[in-house]
């Protein structure tokens, strides 16, 4: 009975939530935080977790361990992806198996050596680089990684320059067209900056500014 009560009062309280995105944090009865969440629509994706519905071992066992949870509302989605995963890096929940090895969200790097590279990471550094992000998943990163090569030339291989520059030939990519060629040395480092400026300006989402530069 103890338990059809808890499981009635905790999706009594998750129904009152707001439809809008956040972080969820549920706590035992020591008040230790056990697993921490994200979702666009917080009262749904909450109040699952306390219906009659099927669920799997793992999440079963959670929710019986459940005795309350906080919760945070963001302003979008990729806010409280953030969020949940400075929450589960500081708490360390024993349910969330996906992030407890130090595995994070997505970041593309920009790097801060004389002639930058954009990169996909998992980790943000103390380093002179700048890091964009966290994005939903690995495939939208991606995505935006091969548009940036693509339209702007950036090189995609694993050579440094200048170290490289001059060393070998250009590869398929400088000859399809898609790679400036920084390896033949006929880009200069004003002209190489300018490409990374206009990069990162997308990053950032000023569109409108490198829509009338092109």
Do not use: W
């Not at 361990?65 to 589960?88: M, Q």
């Amino acid at each position: 009975m103890q338990k059809q009560e808890r499981m009635e009062r905790l999706l009594e309280k998750a129904n009152s939530l707001p439809l809008c995105p956040g972080v969820y944090i549920m706590k035992n009865s020591q008040g230790k935080v056990i697993y921490v969440g994200k979702s666009r629509k917080l009262k749904s994706r909450v109040s699952q977790y306390f219906q009659n519905s099927e669920k799997n071992l793992k999440t079963m066992r959670m929710v019986s361990l459940v005795e309350d949870f906080d919760y945070i509302v963001c302003r979008t989605e990729i806010e409280a992806l953030s969020l949940e995963n400075n929450l589960i890096k500081r708490h360390a929940p024993k349910y969330n198996i996906r992030l407890k090895d130090s595995k994070s969200y997505p970041y593309i790097k920009v790097t801060g050596e004389e002639y930058p590279r954009i990169l996909f990471t998992r980790s943000r550094q103390n380093d002179r680089a700048k890091y964009y992000g966290p994005y939903t998943g690995t495939a939208t990163v991606f995505s935006i990684l091969s548009l940036l090569h693509k339209e702007f030339g950036i090189p995609s291989c694993k050579r440094r320059f200048p170290r490289d520059i001059g060393k070998e030939r250009p590869c398929i990519y400088y000859q399809m067209k898609q790679c400036c060629g920084l390896c033949t040395g006929d880009i200069s480092g004003e002209e190489y900056a300018e490409m990374i400026r206009a990069a990162t300006e997308i990053l950032r989402g000023n569109t409108a500014k490198v829509r009338h530069a092109l």
